[in-house]
Structure formats: C-alpha cells, structure tokens
C-alpha cells in the first residue's frame, strides 16, 4: 500500500482526472448496495497523448496487473481487440470489479 501511494497515489493529488480513474476502480464492489444501479459506464476520450491510457493504467492499478508478463505493461486493462465471444468473457472475469477496456496498439 505505501508503495502504490508514493508512486502512484502521490501523481493524483491535484489531477482530478487521475483521482476520477482512481475512485472508479473502487466502485465495482459497492454497486450492489446503490438502489437501481448496476453498473456504471464511463468512457475517456480524447486526442492523442492527452492521458486516456495513463488514467486507465491508474484505475487498473487499484486492482494489480496481469500475471502473464506479456500483457503486464497495460496494468489491469484488456484490449478492444478480441472477439465478442472473448470480450463477453473477459467482461464475465471482471464482474464487481472495473473493467478496463483500451485500445491503445490497435
């Protein structure tokens, strides 16, 4: 945890973006206790290296990285470029937890 605060937590003190990103990777769990929602879908967007995939990469960071080390670079996001079948699966993995789709690489 001491960790994650000075290296990542420390950058989104004054960036709302960043602790936007942050505090939705936290609301997965707690949604089943809000009457009438659940889920929630947010969507960053923007021109390039404007941040898009550094707030995706601090949101994931909440939740760790993937084990393979191939795919570890992204953090915790998956990709857009998948099939539905994978996608729909993928999405089913990430249930009560945020689910980080980027398309960077695409």
């Known amino acids: ?4 605060q000075q290296k990542i937590g420390k950058l989104c003190i004054g960036n709302s973006r960043l602790m936007f990103a942050a505090s ?3 609301t997965g769990p707690i949604l089943s206790f809000v009457s009438g929602l659940g889920l929630a879908d947010f969507r960053f967007r923007g021109r390039r290296k ?5 707030a995706a990469m601090v949101a994931g960071s909440i939740w760790g990285c993937h084990r393979d080390s191939t ?3 992204k953090g915790f996001a998956e990709s857009w470029n998948t099939t539905v079948n994978e996608l729909e699966r993928t999405a ?15």
């Not at 089913?92 to 695409?106: F, G, K, P, R, Y």
């Open 71 to 73: 795919r570890n670079e």
């Open 50 to 54: 404007t941040g898009k995939t550094t």
């Open 92 to 106: 089913q993995a990430h249930s009560d937890a945020i689910l980080i789709v980027d398309e960077t690489n695409l």
């Open 24 to 26: 939705l990777a936290c």
């Open 1 to 4: 945890m001491e960790d994650w």
